[in-house]
């Protein structure tokens, strides 16, 4: 498994660096094969992010107990269990109720106060989640164990009280790849909470869009570290999510629409597949340019498949 993983990060690396040796060379000649399909990684805009959870802790601060509170907290933590118990195999299908009673209890949230406040009752179960994982990751630290393989050796207790906190987060962590090989979370701090109020608010879906509980920078990094960094993503996967983000911005980092798939493949190492995208494009929208940027990426492609020199 490791020397399988080694030449995998070898090969990436390799087209990584053939895609920038082909655009390197072609601007020095002034003509760019790969320009339309130039995409930057996405920067978490970390200041901004820390400001939205500052704002939300000092709200949460003068947030009351209600019985409305208390059922959506109560809710939001069985809603987990049920979802633990589907990621670990336990259960085949989530429990129904479980699904009902978190609609309910948003409903009976926002009925009371408004959507405005959903992000800042979800400040209480966030701080039960966080201290979760980090008491997950002390125990797995001291005795040098993966999380899974933690939670999996954990006292019943600690297990419900993981779950009940972090739901199926470690499988969904596990899913994207953020999960390294010796089993630690490979996640700031701020993208771990940005996950976890993405999760929180899509609970309220029903009665707002995330567009409006969310701002479009937190939304934007969510969704393009999902795509960027999901190393673990198959093909299918990052191809519905590039096309949702397209639908919402209108394109991707700068790039076309049509263009978008493609280019997000570059980006992950993924030539093959870029080539894939480019030919259903010229398909749907023959062009020149399509057709050139088909050629380019064959011989990017070709090139990664060429053996090393002397062998």
Same mark, same amino acid.
């Given at each position: 498994?490791?020397?399988?993983?080694?030449?995998?990060?070898?090969?990436?690396?390799?087209?990584?660096?053939?895609?920038?040796?082909?655009?390197?060379?072609?601007?020095?000649?002034?003509d760019d094969p790969l320009a339309a399909l130039h995409l930057e990684a996405h920067e978490p805009p970390l200041d901004a992010l820390r400001a939205v959870a500052a704002a939300e802790d000092l709200a949460a601060a003068a947030l009351v107990d209600s019985p409305e509170r208390t059922e959506l907290e109560a809710a939001?933590?069985?809603?987990?269990?049920?979802?633990?118990?589907?990621?670990?195999?336990?259960?085949?299908?989530?429990?129904?109720?479980?699904?009902?009673?978190?609609?309910?209890?948003?409903?009976?949230?926002?009925?009371?106060?408004?959507?405005?406040?959903?992000?800042?009752?979800?400040?209480?179960?966030?701080?039960?989640?966080?201290?979760?994982?980090?008491?997950?990751?002390?125990?797995?630290?001291?005795?040098?164990?993966?999380?899974?393989?933690?939670?999996?050796?954990?006292?019943?207790?600690?297990?419900?009280?993981?779950?009940?906190?972090?739901?199926?987060?470690?499988?969904?962590?596990?899913?994207?790849?953020?999960?390294?090989?010796?089993?630690?979370?490979?996640?700031?701090?701020?993208?771990?909470?940005?996950?976890?109020?993405?999760?929180?608010?899509?609970?309220?879906?029903?009665?707002?869009?995330?567009?409006?509980?969310?701002?479009? #920078?937190?939304?934007?990094?969510?969704?393009?570290?999902?795509?960027?960094?999901? @190393? +673990? $993503?198959?093909? &299918? %996967?990052? *191809?519905?999510?590039?096309?949702?983000?397209?639908?919402?911005?209108?394109?991707?980092?700068?790039?076309?629409?049509?263009?978008?798939?493609?280019?997000?493949?570059?980006?992950?190492?993924?030539?093959?597949?870029?080539?894939?995208?480019?030919?259903?494009?010229?398909? #749907?929208?023959?062009?020149?340019?399509?057709?050139?940027?088909?050629?380019?990426? @064959? +011989? $990017?492609?070709? &090139? %990664?498949? *060429?053996?090393?020199?002397?062998?």
């Open positions: 498994m490791t020397r399988r993983l080694i030449l995998l990060t070898v090969a990436l690396a390799a087209v990584g660096w053939l895609y920038w040796m082909l655009r390197s060379s072609a601007e020095v000649q002034g939001w933590s069985a809603l987990a269990v049920a979802q633990a118990a589907v990621a670990t195999g336990a259960v085949s299908t989530l429990p129904p109720e479980a699904e009902r009673r978190m609609e309910r209890a948003v409903a009976g949230w926002m009925g009371r106060f408004g959507p405005r406040t959903f992000a800042v009752a979800g400040v209480a179960p966030w701080r039960r989640f966080r201290a979760a994982i980090d008491g997950l990751k002390e125990r797995s630290r001291s005795n040098d164990r993966g999380l899974v393989a933690q939670l999996a050796a954990d006292a019943p207790e600690q297990q419900q009280e993981v779950n009940a906190a972090c739901g199926e987060f470690l499988a969904f962590a596990g899913s994207v790849g953020v999960i390294d090989a010796a089993g630690g979370l490979t996640m700031s701090d701020e993208l771990l909470r940005l996950v976890f109020r993405y999760r929180w608010l899509s609970q309220a879906r029903g009665s707002r869009p995330l567009q409006e509980l969310m701002t479009p #920078a937190e939304l934007d990094t969510f969704w393009r570290w999902r795509i960027e960094e999901g @190393a +673990r $993503l198959p093909p &299918a %996967a990052v *191809a519905r999510f590039v096309a949702d983000f397209v639908a919402q911005r209108g394109g991707y980092g700068g790039v076309k629409q049509g263009y978008a798939l493609p280019a997000v493949f570059l980006l992950r190492g993924e030539p093959a597949f870029a080539y894939d995208a480019l030919l259903l494009e010229q398909k #749907a929208h023959p062009s020149p340019q399509t057709e050139q940027l088909v050629q380019a990426v @064959a +011989r $990017l492609g070709a &090139a %990664a498949k *060429a053996p090393p020199i002397g062998r």
